[in-house]
């Protein structure tokens, strides 16, 4: 199956801006579900962005218009490009592979596969 490492973490300032990649080795062929999630400190897993089977993106409430998440031609590699970072976007960011679908949801319980994280830290 599918394995996620992601990269690019790190701490920024308010206002700045960092981006994150996700290498994606197996089959993330074109109708699987990809998205990035993030979990707070202290606080459940929450969808950040996902990638549908069109190459379109749904973002999540919170970083609507600061965040963007993009692939390469064959969605083995994923970014997440976040601007205008604020303190409460400091957690650990994940890549994840949910179920094939044409559109895909931003509720982790539907992603079986994750990469092991990495730290984002806004202050």
């Known amino acids: 199956d599918v394995q996620l490492v992601e990269s690019g973490g790190g701490a920024v300032q308010s206002g700045g801006s960092l981006r994150l990649t996700c290498a994606a080795s197996g089959y993330t062929g074109g109708s699987r579900c990809m998205g990035w999630f993030r979990q707070p400190p202290g606080k459940e897993r929450e969808g950040v962005a996902t990638l549908h089977s069109d190459g379109s993106t749904t973002n999540g409430d919170s970083v609507e218009g600061r965040f963007t998440m993009s692939a390469d031609g064959a969605r083995n590699i994923l970014y997440l490009q976040m601007d205008s970072l604020k303190p409460e976007d400091t957690g650990i960011y994940y890549c994840?592979?949910?179920?094939?679908?044409?559109?895909?949801?931003?509720?982790?319980?539907?992603?079986?596969?994750w990469g092991q994280g990495t730290q984002v830290t806004v202050s």
């Open positions: 994840a592979a949910g179920p094939w679908a044409r559109w895909c949801r931003l509720n982790p319980n539907e992603y079986g596969r």
